[in-house]
């Protein structure tokens, strides 16, 4: 089972004192809803999907936090957002072709937290926890407790992205960096930017979305006052998870200068009709994030449930094309493993 564990959360931190007050995004995350058969219970859900839910909990556990939850129709089992966080009979399944490590991620990490794919950029491992475990996640069977590193090994990683002058952008990704505290992120942003050949600091993040509180003063210090130029790229696939909350901080980043993109992912029973993907790219626009990527599933075991076909995939956007204007379109892309860079279908 996979258990990324509050200890694990902690572990980058370790080398430093405890924060006197638990900013309230944090206690948001301690208590997040960990139990299958609460998360059942809170919904007024069948009890036929108890058996399934915990089944899919012992392959990926189960995080969903109250903030996202309320975004959740009660007794309602198609929910869209529902259907991205509740493990399911399904996981367990074997599907020819899908794997624990679709991207061969592990083939790309020359040191501790570090993964280097793309000319350019690195991608840095800043936090193996999220604040919500979303069942499709390619990243679910992905080896954290290798790499989760203390600052010494963080050194390594540094010394790594020093040597390569190549590298322009550092990536923090997880899990979802933002479950980092800020004190460990400001730590590795102020070691990233006395590298002068880094111009560009981006975060691949879904805790904005999923707890907003994430983005609060503390946060927007360090991020603020960064030389490097800001992106971040938000996780969201359905118009429903953009409530009120979300809006207010995605202003709150805009306003730091940090320039929002989302990434999608096409998913069976979530997102897979016109309808549906042309009310995202307007839902996003409206709260000042522009599309970026629709990514079809990546075939990782426990997730074939969600694929939608190629072709799907293609008659979808096309049909998008002719509703939406040309800047609310995502690009359709698949990554392939080997690859230089994403692949447009
Ligand atoms: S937030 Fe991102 S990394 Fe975390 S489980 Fe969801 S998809 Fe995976």
Same mark, same amino acid.
């Given at each position: 089972?996979?258990?990324?564990?509050?200890? &694990?959360?902690? %572990?980058?931190?370790?080398?430093? +004192?405890?924060?006197?007050?638990?900013?309230?995004?944090?206690?948001?995350?301690?208590?997040?809803?960990?139990?299958?058969?609460?998360?059942?219970?809170?919904?007024?859900?069948?009890?036929?999907?108890?058996?399934?839910?915990?089944?899919?909990?012992?392959?990926?556990?189960?995080?969903?936090?109250?903030?996202? &939850?309320?975004?959740?129709?009660?007794? #309602?089992?198609?929910?869209?957002? &529902?259907?991205?966080?509740?493990?399911?009979?399904?996981?367990?399944?074997?599907?020819?072709?899908?794997?624990?490590?679709?991207?061969?991620?592990?083939?790309?990490? @020359?040191?501790?937290?570090?993964?280097? +794919?793309?000319?350019? *950029?690195?991608?840095?491992?800043?936090?193996?926890?999220?604040?919500?475990?979303? *069942?499709?996640?390619?990243?679910?069977?992905?080896?954290?407790?290798?790499?989760?590193?203390?600052?010494?090994?963080?050194?390594?990683?540094?010394?790594?992205?020093?040597?390569?002058?190549?590298?322009?952008?550092?990536?923090?990704?997880?899990?979802?960096?933002?479950?980092?505290?800020?004190?460990?992120?400001?730590?590795?942003?102020? %070691?990233?930017?006395?590298?002068?050949?880094? *111009?560009?600091?981006?975060?691949?993040?879904?805790?904005?979305?999923?707890? @907003?509180?994430?983005?609060?003063?503390?946060?927007?210090?360090?991020?603020?006052?960064?030389?490097?130029?800001?992106?971040?790229?938000?996780?969201?696939?359905?118009?429903?998870?953009?409530?009120?909350?979300?809006?207010?901080?995605?202003?709150?980043?805009?306003?730091?200068?940090?320039?929002?993109?989302?990434?999608?992912?096409?998913?069976?029973?979530?997102?897979? #009709?016109?309808?549906? &993907?042309?009310?995202?790219?307007? %839902?996003?626009?409206?709260?000042?994030?522009?599309?970026?990527?629709?990514?079809?599933?990546?075939?990782?075991?426990?997730?074939?449930?969600?694929?939608?076909?190629?072709?799907?995939? *293609?008659?979808?956007?096309?049909?998008?094309?002719?509703?939406?204007?040309?800047?609310?379109?995502?690009?359709?892309?698949?990554?392939?493993?080997?690859?230089?860079? +994403?692949?447009?279908?």
């Amino acid at each position: 089972m996979i258990t990324r564990s509050s200890a &694990l959360l902690q %572990r980058p931190d370790r080398e430093t +004192k405890p924060l006197p007050m638990q900013a309230r995004w944090q206690t948001q995350l301690a208590r997040a809803i960990r139990d299958p058969l609460e998360l059942c219970r809170r919904l007024g859900l069948d009890e036929a999907l108890h058996g399934g839910a915990e089944a899919g909990h012992a392959l990926f556990e189960v995080r969903v936090p109250e903030a996202y &939850l309320a975004r959740i129709r009660p007794g #309602d089992r198609a929910d869209p957002l &529902l259907r991205q966080v509740l493990p399911l009979g399904e996981e367990a399944l074997p599907t020819p072709g899908y794997v624990a490590d679709p991207l061969a991620e592990v083939e790309h990490t @020359p040191a501790p937290g570090l993964i280097h +794919k793309y000319a350019g *950029r690195v991608l840095l491992i800043a936090s193996p926890a999220c604040a919500v475990n979303c *069942r499709y996640c390619f990243r679910r069977h992905f080896p954290y407790e290798e790499n989760a590193p203390s600052r010494a090994q963080w050194d390594e990683s540094l010394e790594h992205i020093r040597r390569d002058t190549t590298i322009r952008e550092a990536i923090l990704s997880g899990g979802d960096p933002l479950a980092a505290n800020d004190r460990q992120l400001a730590w590795l942003v102020e %070691r990233l930017e006395a590298i002068p050949h880094i *111009r560009r600091l981006r975060l691949h993040t879904r805790l904005p979305v999923v707890i @907003p509180d994430r983005i609060d003063d503390t946060l927007l210090g360090w991020l603020g006052s960064t030389r490097l130029q800001k992106v971040m790229v938000l996780h969201i696939n359905h118009a429903h998870e953009i409530d009120e909350a979300v809006v207010a901080a995605c202003e709150r980043l805009k306003a730091a200068g940090v320039a929002l993109l989302n990434q999608s992912v096409l998913l069976q029973g979530v997102n897979d #009709d016109i309808e549906t &993907l042309a009310a995202l790219s307007e %839902r996003l626009f409206e709260a000042g994030i522009l599309p970026y990527y629709l990514h079809v599933l990546d075939p990782v075991a426990g997730a074939a449930h969600f694929d939608v076909s190629d072709a799907k995939a *293609r008659e979808l956007v096309a049909g998008l094309r002719e509703v939406l204007p040309g800047f609310l379109m995502p690009r359709l892309v698949r990554e392939i493993p080997g690859e230089t860079s +994403k692949t447009p279908l």
